[in-house]
């Protein structure tokens, strides 16, 4: 189950490495094209943590696939600060994992501002 989360974390981020290098003139056509992808992927996976009902992703303790998760959320709302607006179960996980004692002090290092992508991305 976890290995199955985690795949389907990296094939979003996948397309969403593809949109932050896309060339500037294509990038809001497809950003459009992925915010959508995102919502319908997002409501299978909400239903899938109501369906779960455990803390995290897969089970009450913290895997892999969770940090994968995080990472993904994370990016997609600065893509759009609206992204999880319409997915609670995602927003409350993600709202989970920024309270953790490691990540709320990570969160305050200046490692934590970097870039998502290189200087060559058009969305960073």
Same mark, same amino acid.
């Given at each position: ?39 319908? &992927? ?12 455990? +803390? &995290? ?10 940090? +994968? ?44 501002? +970097?870039? +998502? ?8």
């Amino acid at each position: 189950m976890i290995d199955m989360i985690a795949n389907e974390v990296i094939d979003v981020r996948s397309r969403f490495t593809r949109l932050c290098y896309m060339k500037a003139a294509d990038f809001e056509a497809f950003r459009q094209v992925h915010v959508t992808y995102f919502r319908n &992927w997002g409501v299978k996976m909400e239903a899938f943590l109501k369906q779960r009902g455990t +803390l &995290w992703a897969c089970t009450d303790s913290i895997s892999y696939a969770d940090f +994968l998760l995080f990472e993904l959320l994370s990016q997609h709302v600065l893509l759009e600060s609206s992204m999880l607006d319409e997915f609670p179960l995602l927003a409350a996980y993600k709202a989970r994992f920024e309270a953790l004692e490691f990540m709320r002090a990570f969160m305050k290092k200046p490692a934590f501002s +970097l870039p +998502l992508n290189n200087k060559t991305a058009t969305f960073r």
